[in-house]
């Protein structure tokens, strides 16, 4: 590749990596050309970017984004494959849907709310962790419990009173 070609690559992958918040990077070598073209197709129907990406290039690239990436660099080792998206848990969830049967998909890393996590161990607590929107949903839902039992206790006490007062009315 010539060095104009590599510009545009490390270009495109920085444009990537500002566009989005989180990103993981995953080992492919055991996939082949099918395999890899399906996950494409996966990762397309859940807004997750895909990208091959050699780690010479993503190496620099990460150089020219925001932020320190050092911790990153020990895991950019033999293939390696990028998947940007916005949602927190939903290349890890991808990942290990594609990790059953013979070809596995390896997790190397991980670049998620700002923090790392580096290994495959660390797939299943990325797959637990919550979204910014589903957290404050279940705060909303917390703070909501008490006034629906309110309300409801409310209307059928009322309910009540009410039929003890038309027995009343009715003797």
Known sequence: MR???????????VTTAEKYANFYLI??????????????????????????????????????????YSALMPTLTGNTAVMFSDNVNSPAVLIKTFSKGADILKLKAA??????????????????????????????????????????????GGQTIHGVLKTLSEK
């Open 3 to 13: 060095k104009e070609g590599k510009v545009a690559v490390i270009d495109k992958i």
């Open 111 to 156: 670049y998620v709310q700002e923090c790392f996590y580096i290994g495959a161990e660390n797939l299943d607590f990325l797959i637990a962790i919550k979204s910014k929107n589903e957290l404050i949903g279940d705060v909303i839902a917390l703070l909501q419990s008490p006034v629906n039992n309110v309300i409801s206790a409310l209307q059928s």
């Open 27 to 68: 080992d492919i070598a055991t996939f082949n050309a099918a395999k890899t073209g399906s996950l494409r197709r996966e990762c397309n129907k859940q807004e997750i970017k895909l990208l091959v990406v050699k780690n010479t290039l993503f190496k620099k690239a990460l150089e020219k984004v925001d932020g320190d």
